[in-house]
């Protein structure tokens, strides 16, 4: 089994059960160091999602208002939008992998460790939704997560994008969505809902500390100050600092952020 063929098999298999039982046998081999490494094959740039054949994939845009969190429709709509996310991550952390070959492999590893944990976030997500009754692909779903990969396609806008932006952005709002839940949580299903998105959020911490860590190697690779972190995020998403609401600190933090970039991501004082 080699690194590279292998993970543009699973980034491209066409359905979720596809996906993970080829990536529950190559992860094994990989722990057992059965997995070779052959960097020459060709880099492909994905041109659509992993999801795409069984997702109706819309603009953002069209995607419909959730219904409130106290009623069954309106829970079941939040794990699907989870769910997504989940199932995207699965493919950035491999993406990670297959597409910056120079890293190393304490690198590899780290990401590879990332997909194995967004594996099994999705499962738990989607066991929810067929608890439900649902299924992973009865909603529509945005493809913002797959664009960002496909617009960063340099190590340096990778870790600064995926893990320390649209990761770190899931610290602050995870606690919001809990304490929406929190009053209802007498029923068995919020209860369930809020015991897997705080497995989420506690892992998801570990997630972005690894993206710290290798967007600083990029920052040394390439000689340029950590604080480009400001010019690549206005960039790809422009006006996102300062905000004017808080965020979760203590998670940012926790993930490598520095008390000076959180006073300029946030005008909201820890």
């Not at 359905?15 to 070779?36: M, P, Q, W």
């Not at 006006?239 to 520095?258: D, H, L, M």
Request: proline share 4%.
């Amino acid at each position: 089994m080699e690194l590279y063929t292998t993970l543009e098999s699973i980034l491209t298999a066409p359905s979720t059960i596809e996906k993970l039982e080829l990536f529950n046998r190559f992860y094994t081999a990989y722990c057992h160091g059965d997995v070779t490494q052959d960097g020459s094959s060709p880099v492909e740039v994905f041109t659509h999602p992993s999801y795409h054949s069984f997702c109706t994939v819309i603009d953002p845009k069209e995607i419909v208002k959730r219904q409130k969190l106290g009623g069954v429709r309106g829970q079941i709509q939040l794990l699907h939008s989870i769910a997504h996310i989940e199932y995207s991550a699965i493919d950035l952390a491999l993406d990670a992998v297959y597409r910056f070959r120079d890293v190393g492999d304490e690198f590899n590893d780290d990401w590879l460790k990332v997909a194995e944990d967004e594996v099994r976030h999705f499962l738990m997500i989607e066991a929810l939704l067929k608890e439900f009754g649902s299924f992973y692909g009865e909603y529509p779903v945005h493809n913002g997560l797959f664009e960002a990969s496909v617009n960063t396609m340099s190590l340096l806008e990778r870790m600064a994008v995926i893990p320390r932006y649209l990761e770190a952005n899931g610290l602050d709002a995870t606690p919001l969505i809990v304490s929406k839940l929190e009053p209802l949580k007498a029923n068995v299903m919020v209860g369930k809902i809020i015991q897997a998105l705080q497995v989420i959020l506690d892992e998801e911490i570990d997630h972005v500390h690894r993206g710290d860590r290798w967007f600083r190697v990029a920052c040394e690779r390439q000689n340029v100050h950590p604080d480009v972190y400001f010019e690549i995020i206005e960039r790809h998403y422009p006006q996102s600092f300062p905000r004017k609401v808080g965020i979760n600190c203590e998670a940012r933090i926790s993930a490598g952020f520095s008390v000076d970039e959180l006073k300029r991501i946030s005008l909201v004082l820890c």
